[in-house]
Nanobody, 124 residues
Framework: QVQLVESGGGLVQAGGSLRLSCAAS????????MGWFRQAPGKEREFVTG????????YYADSVKGRFTISRDNAKNTVYLQMNSLKSEDTAVYYC?????????????????WGQGTQVTVSS
């Protein structure tokens, strides 16, 4: 089992940057693929990006490709989301999640563990 705590959200102007962090408890962090999802008001939760346990594979939603970068530090039990060139449509609550599924998946149901979320608001 793993507990996840996100941080780093906030208010930023369009075109700005934010870096989200997700700290995981437990000694099995390196066993999990990790993902970032987001949910805007009135919308379904959507996949943003994911990384395999070894960082050998990453996957991005088309809407963030080229602007967002996911990374992980297994020694620190932490996964990061660097968000650049932010747009108003990036406004959402961002969640990190852990999956035992090999590789990277964008399916919500494949992630067994979720953080509480952190709000990102991009003003235009």
């Amino acid at each position: 089992q793993v507990q996840l705590v996100e941080s780093g959200g906030g208010l930023v102007q369009a075109g700005g940057s934010l870096r989200l962090s997700c700290a995981a408890s437990g000694r099995t962090f390196r066993s999990y693929s990790m993902g970032w999802f987001r949910q805007a008001p009135g919308k379904e939760r959507e996949f943003v990006t994911g990384v395999s346990w070894s960082s050998s594979r990453t996957y991005y939603a088309d809407s963030v490709k080229g602007r967002f970068t996911i990374s992980r530090d297994n020694a620190k039990n932490t996964v990061y989301l660097q968000m650049n060139s932010l747009k108003s449509e990036d406004t959402a609550v961002y969640y990190c999640a852990a999956s035992v599924t090999p590789g990277v998946t964008g399916t919500v149901g494949a992630y067994a563990y979720w953080g509480q979320g952190t709000q990102v608001t991009v003003s235009s």
